[in-house]
């Protein structure tokens, strides 16, 4: 079989990091390909080159042997590379028709043909075996109708190579298998599709060859999926761990938990989630994006409501219904994983993103003066090292190391018992990075009890005591962690990729 | 149904045939507004004797109608993108005031002051909207910025002055009737059904509706979101121009404060018209309906010599209510859909 799509030696940096490292794709003709890799491995950069949303550094994309350049979204559908995005991308109020064709809209002199709206848009559904009205608007339709839908848009306009990905996040089962379905159909009508999942399952049942990225490279190229078993794809997928850091000796003492969930629901979708951590102890919670990690940190902070089930604080049972609550009576903190639109207050001064959780200890009649809130953030500043021109310096001029230092330090000068850090070095410098696994681990060496959101799988080997794992928004499962970086980063990958993993 | 997906969906789309279609008409807000603005107009005929039947009365409604279908529209265009434009009014009373200024004191032809007027508004919108596009400041401070600067224009063509006495012929059309209808009502119609028909059945104005509806996904599908808000400014000014031809027709003297009273109803006939806000889906019906139960809201007022300040009331309550059934709705089908 031919080449169809080549992606030779992509190269591409952004400030601080290097996305792709010379990763390579190739694609042949007639074929489903895989495309796996951990949370940051580089998936999503390399889909972003080959669409036209980013530009490579260096490298080149080949079609059918000849090279060609991808300037836009649009100029990609153009020249045969159609797309389906893992949220939908639809027009709501506009019919199933018009949303296959939007692309370009078959009219005379202006006018909208809807004779040839509804014909093109049968041909594209055809190909699928979809039969839904074109007059219908797409907003009645079902997610996966939707996502069908939005397939028979990608091959509107004579499609090579299509892209899915994570196509079964938001379907069931069975829906999924009528997918694959029109996957294998569209193959072997010659085309090409590339299969970006993080299930595994259904990667080695569907795919027919695999490229594994990490950290930014390819590291298995094009083979047949048949040669490799799962253990084998996960520990490329996993590689090995840096050199590891020294982290203060801690000891967890073993009475009540500081946070305890027993069987918590919440309102975002949560079932039956346990979990428990003590004082002075690193609790990690791991799991794929979209696994309900974050929505359970605000559940925790009262931003999202929790339907059933009990959280006890210091054992007893507690009701904490907005981010106030959780603070002054419960003492639980979130450093956000959104430093920028949730972390800092970029054109306020460092002060004052530090000083505003406790703006209402420090007041004197209403009145927040200047010297006692300097006081305060002075202690931090100096305690996390941040650096600063000046304490009345913008937070959104510091680096985002220091940034994220600002947005913890609020949390530790309000004195709080309970720590939710959510994805805290994701963007930021390999050194500053080491600099935060140590404070992290200081924190919980002085008795707080850290609840640690991450998809960084070293930075969860290092720091966690236990791992919690979920997916679907329910607990997949739990076990300890004896730093040993092979043996605890394939447990969890295992733990995640296993659909038949009881709670261990 | 799908020949993939079973019929017993799990996610719970419902079944659409021809009967279901039948159905989701009969709960549009469309046909609520029909109904209201059928029911309304019987009972005030009733209640004012079926003085509101007679020639001189009818016509009156209906001429006075015009403009606040055409300000509405022109509002609508701009919700249709999500923007907004504050500046209807004043460049209403600016357009209108230009072309009597250059009948009156230039002795321009009314054929070509009303073309004056017509593209002083479309150029107008085409500032607004190339400035929301080139500076990336919302629309709703730089038509705030612009209608205020309108407004100075305004005064300047003429001062506190009053300007009349001009085209006799513009006036007579501006008064005449067509089988007992205002021209200029008929005129407003005729606008309205452009306006619709653009929407529907151009691939401007569906590529409008599309940036406006989901701006990133009309990106990837190769439309330009900016070009999109250029047209919608455009258009919104061009819909302007034509408010002020009927005004300068339909009143026989314009002076500074024209235009003062638009810019209210002009974000009302679309907003209880069940225009969204947010972009993407304009009702032309809806706001056309809308503008006539204003306008019955109006009548009544002055048939019953109630306080202006009711009317204004009653107005406020009944956008604030639209804006809240709409809000419900939001909320509803968010629910139903999941998290």
Request: glycine share 10%; proline share 4%; aromatic share 4%.
């Amino acid at each position: 079989m031919r080449d169809l799509l080549v992606a030779e030696k992509l190269v591409k940096t952004f400030p601080g990091v290097r996305a792709l490292d010379e990763a390579t794709l190739r694609m042949r003709a007639g074929s489903v390909h895989a495309l796996l890799g951990e949370n940051g491995a580089g998936k999503s950069t390399l889909i972003k080159i080959l669409t036209g949303v980013e530009k490579p550094d260096s490298g080149r994309l080949l079609l059918d042997g000849a090279e060609i350049t991808v300037s836009s979204p649009h100029a990609a559908g153009k020249i045969g590379i159609g797309v389906v995005h893992q949220e939908r991308n639809v027009i709501p109020a506009f019919s199933v028709g018009e949303n296959i064709v939007l692309q370009a809209m078959p009219s005379r002199g202006g006018i909208v043909d809807r004779r040839r709206v509804r014909a093109e848009a049968r041909r594209c559904m055809e190909l699928l075996d979809l039969d839904l009205d074109p007059d219908r608007p797409v907003a009645t339709l079902s997610v996966a109708q939707t996502q069908l839908v939005e397939i028979a848009k990608a091959l509107y306009l004579d499609t090579k190579v299509l892209l899915l990905d994570e196509p079964t996040a938001s379907i069931t089962g069975d829906e999924a298998e009528r997918l694959f379905t029109v996957v294998r159909r569209l193959v072997a009508d010659g085309r090409g599709v590339l299969f970006v999942s993080h299930k595994l399952e259904e990667v080695f049942a569907l795919c027919d060859t695999v490229t594994v990225l990490r950290d930014g490279a390819s590291v298995l190229e094009a083979v047949p999926l048949a040669d490799h078993d799962r253990s084998q794809i996960v520990d490329l997928m996993v590689g090995r761990a840096q050199a590891t850091l020294t982290l203060p000796e801690r000891t967890v003492e073993p009475g009540t938990p500081a946070l305890e969930l027993d069987g918590v629901a919440t309102a975002s979708g949560h079932r039956d989630v346990s979990l428990a951590v003590r004082p002075g102890e690193i609790l990690g919670l791991y799991g794929l994006v979209g696994a309900g990690r974050t929505e359970l940190a605000r559940a925790l902070l009262g931003l999202d409501r929790i339907t059933a089930g009990t959280v006890r604080v210091n054992g007893t049972p507690a009701r904490i219904r907005s981010v106030r609550e959780a603070l002054t009576r419960y003492r639980i903190g979130y450093v956000t994983e959104n430093r920028k639109d949730e972390g800092v207050f970029g054109d306020q001064p460092v002060t004052r993103n530090i000083g505003v959780t406790i703006w209402r200890r420090l007041a004197r009649l209403g009145f927040v003066p200047d010297r006692r809130e300097r006081a305060v953030v002075d202690t931090y500043v100096d305690r996390l090292g941040i650096r600063l021109a000046s304490p009345g310096q913008l937070a959104g001029q510091l680096s985002g190391g220091n940034q994220q230092k600002v947005s913890l330090a609020k949390w530790l000068a309000a004195e709080c018992a309970i720590l939710v850090i959510d994805e805290p070095t994701v963007g930021i410098d390999v050194r500053t990075k080491a600099a935060f696994h140590q404070l992290i681990a200081e924190l919980a060496a002085g008795g707080m009890a850290i609840l640690l959101i991450t998809s960084d799988l070293p930075e969860l080997v290092m720091l966690a005591d236990r791992v919690v794992v979920l997916r679907d928004f329910a607990v997949q499962g739990e076990l300890g962690n004896d730093h040993d970086y092979d043996r605890t980063s394939q447990a969890v990958i295992r733990l995640i990729h296993d659909d038949h993993a009881g709670v261990s | 149904m799908s020949a993939l997906l079973p019929p017993a969906d799990p996610t719970g789309a419902p079944p659409s045939r021809r009967g279901a279609a039948a159905g989701r008409f009969y709960r549009t807000s469309e046909f609520s507004l029909a109904m209201i603005s059928v029911v309304g107009f019987a009972v005030l005929a009733v209640a004012t004797d079926f003085n509101l039947l007679t020639g001189g009365t009818l016509g009156a409604f209906f001429r006075f109608l015009a403009v606040p279908i055409v300000i509405g529209l022109a509002q609508m265009v701009v919700l249709g993108v999500g923007q907004m434009n504050l500046s209807v009014g004043a460049l209403t009373g600016y357009c209108a005031m230009t072309a009597a200024s250059l009948m009156v004191e230039h002795s321009v032809p009314a054929v070509l002051a009303v073309g004056i007027a017509l593209g002083l508004g479309t150029f107008v919108g085409a500032i607004n909207g190339v400035l929301v596009v080139v500076t990336r400041i919302n629309g709703f401070i730089v038509t705030l910025a612009t209608m205020t600067i309108l407004e100075g224009l305004r005064y300047g063509v003429a001062g506190s002055g009053t300007l009349q006495g001009y085209s006799p012929g513009l006036q007579e059309i501006g008064g005449a009737s067509l089988l007992g209808v205002p021209v200029i009502f008929l005129v407003a119609l005729a606008v309205a059904g452009l306006v619709a028909f653009y929407f529907r059945r151009t691939v401007s104005g569906r590529s409008l509706l599309a940036s406006g509806g989901n701006p990133f996904a009309a990106r990837l599908s190769g439309i330009s979101n900016d070009r999109s808000l250029v047209i919608a400014h455009t258009l919104s000014g061009l819909l302007v121009g034509v408010a002020s031809v009927l005004v300068v027709a339909g009143s026989g003297s314009v002076n500074t404060s024209i235009g003062d009273d638009l810019l209210l109803p002009s974000f009302a006939a679309p907003i209880i018209g069940g225009v969204a806000l947010t972009g993407g889906a304009v009702s032309v019906v809806g706001t056309v309906l809308a503008a006539f139960i204003i306008r019955m809201v109006d009548v009544t007022q002055a048939q019953f010599d109630i306080d202006r300040r009711w009317v204004d009331l009653v107005v406020g309550v009944v956008v604030l209510g639209a804006v809240l059934i709409g809000r419900i709705r939001e909320v509803v089908t968010l629910r139903r859909a999941g998290p």
